[in-house]
């Protein structure tokens, strides 16, 4: 199974490794999407706890509390994310950590479930389509990086990949 993995991150990589530009540019609004995240975060800190919270401040317990998600303690982290934004509220003095991740969860919740409306409607009238986007596989440059990097590696020739992408000129 970690093989499996591997193999996937390998060709993940060597695919985005020829389009350099398109990485950066998704780094680049992932950089944003986070940073506004956090910027939301402050502003609930500063309105509901009614304390004064940095953005800096935020900064260094939001990234921290999120990745405490992943831990599989609970189904779905439900609970775990309270217990360690109340905690690390405490490590930076301010209180309500609970409370402000409970307000943030319920704030992403509700525009999220809109994308639930059109997918039930599209799926009871049987109009959602089968495949929304062209099967393309790898470039036949692609393809023969990831054989000679195999090759130079030792390791067994990659099976076929099909890739969703819009269709950039490969």
Do not use: W
């Not at 439900?78 to 609970?98: I, N, P, Q």
Request: hydrophobic content about 50%; overall charge positive.
């Amino acid at each position: 199974r970690i093989t499996r993995v591997l193999d996937q991150f390998l060709e993940a990589a060597l695919l985005v490794s020829g389009r350099p530009a398109i990485l950066f540019g998704a780094l680049g609004m992932s950089m944003l999407s986070h940073g506004a995240a956090m910027a939301y975060f402050t502003l609930l800190t500063n309105t509901l706890t009614e304390q004064s919270a940095s953005y800096a401040t935020i900064a260094t317990v939001y990234p921290i509390g999120l990745l405490t998600l992943i831990l599989p303690i609970s189904p779905g982290g439900f609970g775990v994310g309270h217990m360690a934004f109340d905690g690390l509220f405490h490590m930076v003095g301010l209180t309500g950590g609970a409370t402000v991740f409970n307000v943030f969860l319920i704030s992403q919740l509700f525009p999220n479930l809109i994308g639930a409306v059109p997918y039930v409607l599209l799926r009871s009238r049987g109009e959602l389509p089968k495949d929304a986007a062209p099967k393309r596989t790898l470039s036949i440059a692609a393809e023969k990086r990831i054989k000679s990097f195999r090759k130079a590696q030792n390791l067994s020739l990659p099976r076929a990949v099909v890739v969703n992408y819009p269709p950039y000129g490969y």
